[in-house]
């Protein structure tokens, strides 16, 4: 569950080559438990029939300011009042430079006017028309009148160019809209995070890691970019898409990770602008093998296996915590008996104020869970649930946790 589930979404459809990405943006809303409603404009309809969205949402289409099917001939009154937000996605230069000025010639300008609720707009069009001075005039007068833009992305575009102004991505678009919905109890903060498994190498072609997916981590590098926080999140090894708007770096060994969160704590105090939260999410590898083989370990004729000795890795989490000016500290826990005990113990060992431990520990790869979090006199149960919901919880429930920022 996101911040769109149960949200009556407009979603109003202009003409341009991406309306046909509306239709699958249509289908992403929905799974995100929004309810979707679509207008077009009529030069939308030259691009997609009005039959694919009608089939898609089970709703029917409108594109008529004088539509019959509207009892009191009131559309534009009644579609905006039913909805939490109007997404218009594309929006076409000129639909927005309708916007800007106010005109309402057909349905969907026209709701735009009339509404009660957010307007969003996904911009999508030529680079040429994205960067013309009047497009640039129309998008600040936009922005002026409280309108929020999502996008253009740059890349490659339908007329064969390359440049600013692809519509984003429908999932992007969809997450987008989810921060948008979510509150801010982040606003302002800074947030580093770790995620995923390590990789200890053996030699070029071995290593040591688990089985850590990386979801709970991004899916609460994403709930802390909803609320409002800048994000940096490093991640080992993992097949997850980067959050919109989350500072990524890519590491390797707990050795590599240690490291990297050294250097970004460090940056960020010198620079003045210190880490508020530091979660720590990642299942960092314990020990690494002791001796790295620059070339690949042969098979003996003897059959004798290799002896691979260990080395003890540097515990991130507890450097980061022991630190002058530490952040407020996140551990995760991974168990696999006496939850609640040795989560407590993990708590004071690791000297942090809040650990948070998965119940069960078959979680790998797995879209949902179920969460212990332990202060130091407390524990409170999230119930199963998938890591986007669990991880938005999370956040609201670490945000009144953090001190106050010295003014
Ligand atoms: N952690 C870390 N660096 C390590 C090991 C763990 O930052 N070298 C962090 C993890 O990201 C997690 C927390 O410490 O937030 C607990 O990790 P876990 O593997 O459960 O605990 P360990 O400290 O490794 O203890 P043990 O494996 O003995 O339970």
Same mark, same amino acid.
Not at 11 to 28: C, I
Not at 131 to 142: F, G, H, I, K, S
Not at 175 to 190: C, I, N, P, Q, Y
């Given at each position: 569950?996101?911040?769109?589930?149960?949200?009556?979404?407009?979603?109003?459809?202009?003409?341009?080559?991406?309306?046909?990405?509306?239709?699958?943006?249509?289908?992403?809303?929905?799974?995100?438990?929004?309810?979707?409603?679509?207008?077009?404009?009529?030069?939308?309809?030259?691009?997609?029939?009005?039959?694919?969205?009608?089939?898609?949402?089970?709703?029917?289409?409108?594109?008529?300011?004088?539509?019959?099917?509207?009892?009191?001939?009131?559309?534009?009154?009644?579609?905006?009042?039913?909805?939490?937000?109007?997404?218009?996605?594309?929006?076409?230069?000129?639909?927005?430079?309708?916007?800007?000025?106010?005109? @309402?010639?057909?349905?969907?300008?026209?709701? @735009?006017?009339?509404?009660?609720?957010?307007?969003?707009?996904?911009?999508?069009?030529?680079?040429?028309?994205?960067?013309?001075?009047?497009?640039?005039?129309?998008?600040?007068?936009?922005?002026?009148?409280?309108?929020?833009?999502?996008?253009?992305?740059?890349?490659?575009?339908?007329?064969?160019?390359?440049?600013?102004?692809?519509?984003?991505?429908?999932?992007?678009?969809?997450?987008?809209?989810?921060?948008?919905?979510?509150?801010?109890?982040?606003?302002?903060?800074?947030?580093?995070?770790?995620?995923?498994?390590?990789?200890?190498?053996? +030699?070029?072609?071995?290593?040591?890691?688990?089985?850590?997916?990386?979801?709970?981590?991004?899916?609460?590098?994403?709930?802390?970019?909803?609320?409002?926080?800048?994000?940096?999140?490093?991640?080992?090894?993992?097949?997850?898409?980067?959050?919109?708007?989350?500072?990524?770096?890519?590491?390797?060994?707990?050795?590599?990770?240690? +490291?990297?969160?050294?250097?970004?704590?460090?940056?960020?105090?010198?620079?003045?602008?210190?880490?508020?939260?530091?979660?720590?999410?990642?299942?960092?590898?314990?020990?690494?093998?002791?001796?790295?083989?620059?070339?690949?370990?042969?098979?003996?004729?003897?059959?004798?296996?290799?002896?691979?000795?260990?080395?003890?890795?540097?515990?991130?989490?507890?450097?980061?915590?022991?630190?002058?000016?530490?952040?407020?500290?996140?551990?995760?826990?991974?168990?696999?008996?006496?939850?609640?005990?040795?989560?407590?113990?993990?708590?004071?060992?690791?000297?942090?104020?809040?650990?948070?431990?998965?119940?069960?520990?078959?979680?790998?790869?797995?879209?949902?869970?179920?969460?212990?979090?332990?202060?130091?006199?407390?524990?409170?149960?999230?119930?199963?649930?998938?890591?986007?919901?669990?991880?938005?919880?999370?956040?609201? +429930?670490?945000?009144?946790?953090?001190?106050?920022?010295?003014?």
């Amino acid at each position: 569950m996101t911040a769109v589930d149960g949200k009556r979404i407009v979603l109003g459809v202009s003409g341009g080559v991406a309306a046909y990405k509306a239709a699958v943006l249509a289908r992403e809303l929905q799974r995100a438990g929004a309810r979707v409603q679509v207008v077009m404009t009529e030069a939308a309809t030259h691009f997609v029939g009005t039959a694919t969205f009608q089939a898609l949402t089970g709703e029917p289409v409108f594109t008529d300011q004088w539509d019959a099917r509207i009892a009191n001939g009131m559309a534009h009154i009644e579609l905006s009042r039913a909805a939490d937000a109007i997404l218009i996605a594309p929006a076409s230069a000129d639909f927005m430079a309708k916007l800007a000025q106010g005109l @309402c010639d057909d349905l969907l300008s026209t709701l @735009c006017l009339a509404r009660e609720c957010p307007l969003v707009l996904a911009p999508a069009m030529n680079r040429q028309m994205w960067e013309n001075p009047a497009t640039q005039r129309n998008v600040a007068r936009l922005r002026a009148d409280g309108i929020e833009l999502i996008g253009p992305d740059s890349g490659e575009q339908a007329c064969g160019e390359t440049g600013m102004g692809r519509m984003l991505e429908p999932e992007d678009i969809v997450e987008s809209l989810d921060a948008f919905f979510s509150r801010k109890v982040l606003a302002g903060r800074r947030v580093l995070l770790t995620a995923g498994p390590t990789f200890e190498p053996i +030699d070029p072609v071995r290593g040591i890691t688990n089985r850590s997916s990386g979801k709970m981590g991004f899916a609460i590098a994403r709930a802390c970019r909803n609320a409002g926080a800048m994000v940096t999140l490093v991640s080992g090894p993992v097949a997850q898409r980067t959050p919109l708007g989350v500072r990524r770096i890519d590491v390797q060994t707990a050795q590599q990770m240690h +490291d990297t969160v050294t250097r970004e704590l460090d940056q960020a105090q010198h620079a003045k602008q210190p880490v508020d939260l530091f979660i720590a999410v990642a299942a960092v590898a314990d020990w690494r093998p002791a001796r790295y083989s620059e070339q690949k370990i042969k098979k003996t004729d003897a059959g004798s296996a290799p002896e691979l000795g260990f080395t003890q890795n540097p515990d991130i989490l507890a450097s980061v915590a022991k630190r002058e000016a530490a952040p407020y500290c996140v551990g995760f826990a991974a168990e696999s008996e006496a939850l609640e005990r040795n989560g407590r113990d993990k708590l004071a060992r690791k000297a942090i104020p809040l650990l948070v431990a998965n119940i069960g520990h078959e979680t790998f790869g797995r879209d949902d869970n179920e969460l212990l979090i332990l202060d130091g006199t407390r524990s409170v149960r999230l119930p199963r649930a998938s890591k986007d919901a669990l991880a938005r919880d999370l956040v609201a +429930d670490i945000a009144p946790r953090l001190p106050a920022r010295p003014l």
